[in-house]
């Protein structure tokens, strides 16, 4: 058998994460010990994605919230370009999602999420997603997965440095420098980025009967940020760091298409300040990273309606959150088999919040302790497990154990592998649940989730032009205690532990790269399937609110000489939009949406430069992500780089 039938059995693998269906006699049909293999799995018995620097450089002048959504198989919930976007993992809520960026955390200890909008890809130089029972290598409280942004240094270049900028529909502007360099033991790099937008886009309104276009009213963005890096490397056992991150961020916020009332006034700061130092020392078996850090959030919201006697404020909101954070992490090797791990830490969180018209706010602070353990063993040439246990305390309070357990085994040496993983989390009610004022509960008791992996991978090699690699992983979470606002007998919401969730389905993908004789050709593809439902006493068995069953993406990315073309496909099914008994009219529509990029790069002026044009929504699709919130229909962005 040769190399293009062991090739086939990728496409089934992904045929059989697309459409549900398997054979049973697929390893007596292909026997993948003909293949002619170069390239070796990587050992792990975790569901990882780390999307590559390709992935990057074509969403560099976006926010993490495109690059998600157009390359990873997570769904991201969005209210319009430049406004709040949220995820969900594998069926879960946005706070069950964690975010890192060098060694701290970036969920808000109020509510526990993160703002997708307001993280530039610019800004990052490694991505990467745990999911399920593999984010507790990062710590507990992520009950959909973990993802791990890393801003680095450059060791290989004595100076280097870029320059971008681009022009876009709707008066959309971006400039973004990067300038970095190292004198051997030192290195220094600093980035700075500027967009703004009018984002006066023309929609299709559906909520006011008449079915018109109306332009988009309220709707200006504006963000700034920089990212200032330190590290001293003295010799190959050290390397000490220093990241400093600032951004403002200033959006006026769009009224629904739905609202006929009067004119309104509604906006929202963002500033925030984020520092984050690491000192990593290796020695033989031994490795060790000590990280430190803070970060500050303060955010603005105001609403008033404009009425005949001037504005009536409704809302005139501030808060800030405080966050101290210290990790440990040592890792020693026995031997090539065994491999041991200890990891600390330590956080504090304190945050305030007032509204200036309404009076009502809290003050409050969180200390979260914890120590994790972790065996790992190489059985033989094949077979890999590991083990862990972690602890966390809040306050003097102790939290649920957590476990942890996962193996691999390739079932063909080098082509296949069998991953399996299953483990307990929890995730804390947030600061909002516990002490919002009115309606917070105090009484409230951490979400216990239960998950579980089990997945094949395949990658395969022949003769360095090509690369194949496919997974297809099923997951199962199970979570008691599921944190719900509801409506009280008060005339006002208040969180309580009514409900248990059960969240299972399956991930494919699938990565190929050709090298050809004069470029390059890549192909990407992602497929999650996902049912949600609460399940007990009065369960519906409906899906969760938001949470789509079918999520799809594809990237398509072929170069030849100096030009290049790449194209990005993604599909998200229905969702539903309410818990009410007539479901089928709380339906969002079904969407799909097409991107086309044309470019090329070229000396110009003795400089290496990239010139690209983006057609975003090609096909001019009308639709939305959250109900009344209105999405552009098609438009464009022009960008030019030069890199020195």
Do not use: C
């Not at 006026?252 to 309104?264: K, Q």
């Not at 994790?372 to 305390?393: C, E, G, T």
């Not at 009514?498 to 890549?522: D, Y």
């Not at 009065?538 to 000489?561: C, D, E, M, W």
């Amino acid at each position: 058998m040769n190399f293009w039938k062991s090739i086939a059995l990728i496409f089934v693998l992904i045929l059989i994460g697309t459409s549900g269906y398997g054979q049973t006699n697929l390893w007596d049909t292909v026997r993948l010990k003909e293949a002619r293999v170069i390239g070796k799995l990587q050992r792990s018995a975790l569901r990882i994605q780390k999307l590559d620097s390709l992935e990057l450089q074509n969403n560099s002048g976006g926010d993490l919230a495109n690059l998600l959504a157009r390359n990873t198989p997570v769904f991201i919930k969005t209210a319009a370009p430049g406004s709040l976007a949220t995820i969900s993992m594998r069926g879960t809520l946005a706070s069950h999602t964690r975010v890192s960026w060098n060694g701290i955390m970036l969920n808000s200890p109020m509510l526990g999420q993160v703002d997708f909008s307001l993280i530039p890809t610019f800004f990052t130089d490694r991505v990467q997603i745990l999911s399920g029972p593999g984010s507790i290598q990062k710590g507990s409280g992520a009950l959909g997965g973990h993802i791990d942004l890393t801003s680095q240094g450059r060791w290989d270049d004595n100076f280097y440095g870029s320059v971008s900028t681009s022009i876009g529909s709707f008066n959309t502007y971006r400039w973004m420098v990067d300038i970095g360099g190292n004198s051997g033991k030192f290195q220094s790099r600093i980035r700075l980025f500027r967009m703004q937008s009018e984002n006066n886009f023309p929609f299709l309104n559906t909520a006011n009967g008449l079915f018109n276009r109306v332009e988009q009213q309220n709707s200006e963005y504006e963000k700034q940020g920089l990212l200032a890096q330190l590290f001293y490397r003295p010799n190959s056992h050290h390397l000490l760091s220093l990241n400093a991150w600032l951004q403002m961020s200033d959006r006026n916020l769009p009224s629904i298409m739905s609202y006929e009332g009067s004119g309104r006034d509604e906006y929202q700061t963002d500033n925030q300040v984020r520092v984050s130092s690491s000192w990593q020392y290796t020695q033989g078996a031994f490795n060790s990273k000590l990280n430190s850090g803070f970060s500050v959030d303060k955010l603005h919201y105001f609403l008033a309606n404009q009425t005949s006697g001037g504005l009536l404020v409704n809302y005139d909101s501030r808060s800030e959150s405080q966050s101290f954070y210290n990790n440990y992490l040592s890792e020693y090797a026995i031997s090539n088999k065994h491999k041991l791990s200890l990891q600390l830490h330590s956080n504090y969180h304190r945050v305030e919040i007032r509204d200036i018209k309404s009076g009502p706010g809290y003050t409050a602070q969180r200390l979260e302790n914890g120590v994790q353990l972790k065996a790992s063993q190489n059985w033989n040439q094949r077979f890999y497990s590991y083990a862990l246990i972690q602890q966390d305390w809040n306050g003097i309070i102790r939290n649920p154990l957590v476990p942890s357990l996962g193996a691999s085994f390739q079932v063909i040496k080098d082509i296949a592998e069998l991953k399996a993983s299953a483990g307990k989390n929890f995730h804390l009610p947030t600061l909002n649940d516990l002490y919002w004022i009115p309606g917070g509960n105090p009484d409230l008791l951490p979400e216990e989730g239960y998950m579980g992996d089990l997945g094949i991978k395949t990658m395969l090699t022949k003769d360095s032009t090509l690369s194949i690699e496919a997974e297809l992983t099923g997951f199962i979470s199970y979570i008691d205690n599921w944190i719900l606002w509801k409506p009280g007998e008060f005339q006002y919401w208040s969180p309580e532990n009514l409900e248990t969730v059960l969240a299972r389905g399956f991930e494919s993908r699938a990565h190929i790269s050709k090298q050809l004789k004069r470029g390059k050709l890549e192909l990407r593809a992602n497929y999650t399937f996902t049912r949600t439902n609460q399940i007990g006493y009065n369960n519906t068995g409906a899906q969760l609110i938001y949470i789509p069953v079918h999520k799809a993406n594809s990237f398509i990315y072929f170069s030849r000489k100096q030009n290049y073309i790449t194209y990005n496909y993604s599909f998200t099914s229905e969702r539903f939009t309410s818990t009410e008994e007539e479901l089928s009219l709380h339906r969002l529509p079904a969407y799909s949406l097409h991107d086309l990029s044309i470019g090329r790069k070229m000396i110009l002026w003795k400089l290496n430069t990239d010139i690209r044009f983006d057609i975003h929504n090609l096909l001019n699709k009308d639709y939305q992500s959250i109900l009344w919130r209105a999405m552009p229909g098609r438009y464009y962005t022009l960008h030019f780089k030069i890199d020195f």
